[in-house]
């Protein structure tokens, strides 16, 4: 998929953080954990990041967040690492869902690296 001008959220970015966490636990998605980096020289409001057990629940949680979002009215900008499904990365502007195979996760420890933002409560988890 291509880059194009960086477009305007069609919805609120905790709407969007939102009904990501809920198509992630619709697949079973483990350790939900959304950063707020909105105070940070971030690339985005918000992060969410979980993990999942294997390659083929990498892949569903990553199209139930697009397919969610997209009955909502948002529009995914930028995906990455799909064909790979280790870890994918769904970029809706303000807010970016990682998705992570439970070793990549492990290896890369993102919530390490952006350990100065707070933490947002998901609700039920």
């Known amino acids: 998929m291509t880059r194009s001008a ?3 959220p069609a919805l609120p970015a905790r709407d969007v953080l939102q009904i990501a966490a809920e198509a992630v636990r619709s697949k079973k998605g483990e350790d939900l954990v959304a950063l707020d980096l909105s105070t940070l020289q971030g690339v985005a409001d918000f992060f969410l990041i979980c993990t999942a057990q294997s390659e083929v629940q990498v892949k569903a949680i990553a199209e139930a967040v697009e397919e ?6 948002a529009r995914v900008w930028h995906i990455e690492g799909l064909e790979g499904r280790r870890w994918v990365l769904l970029d809706y502007v303000d807010v970016v869902v990682h998705v992570f195979h ?12 952006w350990g100065d933002a707070g933490r947002v409560d998901l609700g039920v988890d």
Do not use: C, D
């Open 68 to 73: 969610k979002l997209r009955e909502a009215g």
């Open 6 to 8: 960086r477009p305007v």
């Open 102 to 113: 439970t070793q990549t996760r492990e290896y890369y420890l993102l919530e390490r690296l």
